[in-house]
């Protein structure tokens, strides 16, 4: 199946010449065949996949009117609720959780179709950019297992890229859906805040906690955004899903990229990048931009935004974790510690000036879309590094101080809440995918989706400017 996307998977079932059982038979011989050695599954549901996939060709077979997805096998992200089938966090603490319920996100998925073949690996309780914890252990990139697949929905890009199936989940704090995309070589997409609507979510309004689809192209990446920002099955508790027919991602829009006008910036104004990146960055730039109306560097300065992210985190965190804070050991992921503490430590004072700093930079932001259709940086401001460290130590000689410093490219544009979506483009000189951001203006995530897709479309036959396979 690694030659077919998902839409084409679909159109092959409605037309007969391909069944859900296939789908799900192909899924399980391909996580068996690759996962001992990169970890990316760490829970199956299989005799539940094949009963569901059996209903599913059977209504193709009566010639049913069938959901968008059905048939199409998924897999979820461990720090989603998944009914029946066992939810860790990545955490000891939870090893043995089995929910009553699905998630939002997973029920709308469910309706739509689609089959769950089981859990994908992550961080202890989703934090951090490095797919390890203490339960499961590690998850290698699926080009080097060696190094680090991003996080913190490491498991699941991982999965995509190794063509175990063609959708995964992902969530997304300050890079968690677009750093394992980059670095596996695969699509994930950080909508607008609002757009994909999160139930569990423990403050009313916030650039955090975002869920979100990973796929290998675009166009799947939109298909199952259609179905996970539905209002239905959950969306309606959410009190930031605003009004949307989210059946419109499930068509995008024909775009001349030679009309488009592009801003980049190599380091949103002087945030982290290594040299390597940003020669990569360059090198890509060069070949893409006698593609636009116009490609300008721009003056885009976010400089501000990591600061202002460790103190919005601060209070996110609290909201999310004061009940359990007091009960952990010295064994529990030291990114949450790190920064609960200092959040103890942090007073109101503070924290209101970040949010009015936030504002300030997201009016500066949406101000650059008066002009231009889109914004282009690089991914991540290194590529990848060995799992066997929580984050690089360094970065051309310069000492990172914690796990958040090495990733402000994601981050700082998780405080201006734009909808981005990342297009790997091919491969660095060690032979690992290197990728880039696309940022859209604020609600233009369609407009953004179908941008992205055309220049997809436009350069799939140069390998420096495509998805790479792993071998």
């Not at 199956?44 to 209504?59: F, N």
């Not at 796929?215 to 239905?232: F, G, K, P, W, Y």
């Not at 419109?248 to 040299?275: C, E, H, M, W, Y």
């Amino acid at each position: 199946m690694a030659q077919s996307s998902a839409v084409e998977q679909l159109s092959a079932m409605q037309r007969g010449a391909l069944s859900p059982l296939q789908l799900v038979e192909a899924s399980i011989n391909q996580i068996e065949s690759r996962n001992p050695s990169l970890n990316a599954v760490v829970t199956l549901a299989v005799s539940r996949a094949r009963v569901e996939a059996e209903q599913w060709a059977q209504a193709y077979a009566r010639g049913d009117s069938v959901p968008p997805l059905a048939g199409l096998p998924v897999l979820i992200k461990d720090n989603q609720r998944t009914e029946g089938i066992r939810t860790t966090l990545g955490s000891e603490r939870h090893a043995n959780n089995v929910p009553q319920e699905d998630a939002g996100i997973v029920a709308r998925l469910r309706a739509a179709g689609a089959i769950v073949m089981g859990k994908t690996n992550i961080p202890e309780y989703s934090i951090g950019a490095n797919t390890v914890n203490p339960l499961f252990g590690a998850t290698g990139n699926p080009f080097d297992p060696t190094k680090t697949c991003g996080g913190s929905s490491g498991g699941s890009a991982v999965a995509v890229a190794a063509d175990m199936v063609k959708l995964a989940t992902g969530s997304d704090h300050g890079g968690s859906l677009r750093i394992p995309a980059c670095y596996c070589g695969v699509v994930g997409f950080r909508a607008t805040p609002g757009v994909v609507p999160n139930e569990e979510r423990r403050t009313p309004s916030t650039h955090y906690s975002i869920q979100g689809p990973i796929a290998q192209n675009v166009e799947d990446v939109a298909l199952m955004l259609s179905v996970i920002a539905d209002r239905a099955l959950g969306g309606d508790r959410d009190p930031m899903a605003f009004p949307l027919q989210s059946e419109i991602f499930r068509q995008l829009d024909p775009v001349d990229i030679s009309g488009l006008n592009v801003a980049v910036s190599t380091d949103l104004g002087g945030l982290l990048v290594s040299k390597e990146t940003r020669a990569l960055f360059e090198d890509r730039l060069a070949r893409l931009a006698t593609q636009f109306n116009r490609c300008d560097p721009h003056p885009i300065d976010l400089t501000r935004a990591p600061d202002i992210d460790w103190h919005l985190r601060q209070d996110v965190f609290v909201s999310q974790y004061f009940e359990e804070a007091d009960e952990w050991d010295d064994q529990f992921n030291p990114n949450i510690k790190q920064t609960y503490e200092a959040a103890r430590n942090t007073s109101m004072q503070a924290i209101a000036q970040a949010r009015y700093g936030q504002l300030e930079l997201i009016r500066a932001c949406d101000a650059l879309f008066r002009n231009y259709d889109l914004l282009m940086v690089p991914g991540v401001g290194v590529q990848p590094f060995p799992w066997s460290t929580n984050y690089p130590s360094e970065v051309d000689g310069a000492p990172i101080a914690n796990y958040m410093a090495w990733l402000h490219l994601t981050s700082s544009l998780t405080v201006v809440g734009l909808p981005v979506v990342t297009l790997p483009l091919g491969l660095d000189a060690s032979g690992l995918p290197f990728g880039v951001q696309l940022i859209g203006r604020r609600y233009g995530d369609h407009r953004l989706l179908s941008i992205a897709s055309a220049i997809e479309r436009a350069n799939r036959a140069d390998a420096k400017l495509s998805r790479p396979i792993p071998a």
